[in-house]
């Protein structure tokens, strides 16, 4: 079975309540009938009842199950758009500007509409930016309780069992913090840990990655990389981490065991956190690329309810499979 199928049997066994904003948006009308036919979920769509049913009938795909409420009309609207104005007045949102956004902006509807309880979590992104989706779910939803920075990670399902937890790994952060400090990025490394744990029953050994192994170069980039896993370990002791690590000491026994003596994780790392954006983002590409991994995510973490964003090139699979690590995300 592979990892995304583990995660819908899992999303099957206690269904969520996940909310689908873009709900006139084809693929994402016919992935919503494919979730409540397959009962990976319970699923709302946000838009017009009859553009909807428009949608469905063109791509001949029946919403029986499927859930639907318009913004622009539905009863909830007003009593959204007083929680928004109690959420967002100090930053100097109006009420007319919390109405305007309630009534006019799926993604805020949808933000509020989770934040008050009302569904268990969100995606969107097939026709709206990373950032477009993110931003409400940062201002509304906040973080969880004790976490400070929200995060991303993907899912890493290689082509060989010989690399990770057999060949599933978690690289962090490849989408959401373009430049982190270093408590961030400790704050990346639990979380994408967390994530491991949760979505796919990773033991993880995670490898704080840099171009230096224990100080065998010296640069305010490595020093970053240093002072995260201090913090790491300080914040989570339980946790099997090491740092910092080059690449080849993380996933190498003999390198790693050269380098890094000792180290339980040297070697073995299955959670590899990258020292930023650039190096998260390119690097979960050209090993999906080039060494042809299935890469799910990104995945955002640290969210007290979970968001998760779509590429705008995604299928209707690929929605379905999004929607389905929402739910387990929102069952943990
Ligand atoms: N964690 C927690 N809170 C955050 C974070 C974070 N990482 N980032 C922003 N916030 C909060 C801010 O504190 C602020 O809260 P407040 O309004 O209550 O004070 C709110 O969110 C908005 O903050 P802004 O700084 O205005 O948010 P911004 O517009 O910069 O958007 C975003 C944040 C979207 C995450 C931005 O950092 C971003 O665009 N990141 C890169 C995304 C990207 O392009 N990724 C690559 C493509 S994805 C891929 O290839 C798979």
């Given at each position: ?16 309540h ?9 693929r ?18 946000l ?19 499927v ?107 490849c ?66 981490l ?12 003999s ?68 929607v ?9």
């Amino acid at each position: 079975m592979s990892v995304i199928e583990k995660i819908k049997a899992k999303a099957k066994q206690r269904p969520m309540h996940i909310l689908l904003p873009e709900g006139t948006e084809p693929r994402t009308v016919q992935a919503a009938a494919r979730i409540a036919a397959e009962g990976i979920a319970r699923v709302t769509l946000l838009g017009d009842a009859g553009e909807i049913a428009k949608v469905a009938q063109e791509k001949g795909v029946e919403l029986g199950g499927v859930e639907i409420q318009n913004p622009a009309t539905s009863e909830k609207s007003p009593a959204y758009a007083q929680l928004l104005f109690e959420l967002r007045k100090a930053k100097g949102m109006t009420e007319d500007q919390a109405r305007e956004l309630v009534t006019t902006n799926p993604l805020y509807y949808g933000a509020v509409m989770v934040k008050a309880g009302d569904a268990d979590g969100m995606v969107a992104g097939a026709i709206h930016s990373t950032g477009d989706v993110l931003r409400p779910a940062l201002q509304i939803i906040k973080t969880a309780p004790g976490i400070k920075v929200v995060s991303s990670c993907f899912i890493m399902e290689l082509a060989t069992a010989r690399y990770g937890q057999e060949g599933v790994m978690i690289f962090g952060d490849c989408a959401v913090i373009p430049n982190p400090t270093a408590e961030e990025l400790a704050a990346i490394a639990i979380a994408s840990a967390q994530t491991g744990k949760s979505l796919v029953d990773l033991d993880p050994k995670v490898a704080m990655l840099s171009f230096s192994t224990k100080g065998s170069a010296k640069d305010a980039l490595v020093t970053k990389v240093q002072e995260a896993t201090a913090l790491a370990h300080a914040q989570a002791p339980e946790l099997e981490l090491d740092g910092e690590l080059q690449a080849d000491a993380a996933l190498v026994e003999s390198v790693g065991q050269l380098k890094s003596p000792g180290s339980t994780v040297a070697g073995h790392a299955n959670v590899l956190i990258f020292p930023d954006l650039q190096a998260g983002n390119i690097g979960y590409k050209l090993v999906q690329r080039l060494a042809g991994a299935q890469a799910v995510g990104p995945i955002i973490q640290g969210l007290a309810k979970p968001v998760n964003d779509l590429s705008r090139g995604c299928s209707v699979e690929d929605i379905v499979s999004v929607v389905a690590i929402t739910a387990v995300k929102a069952q943990a």
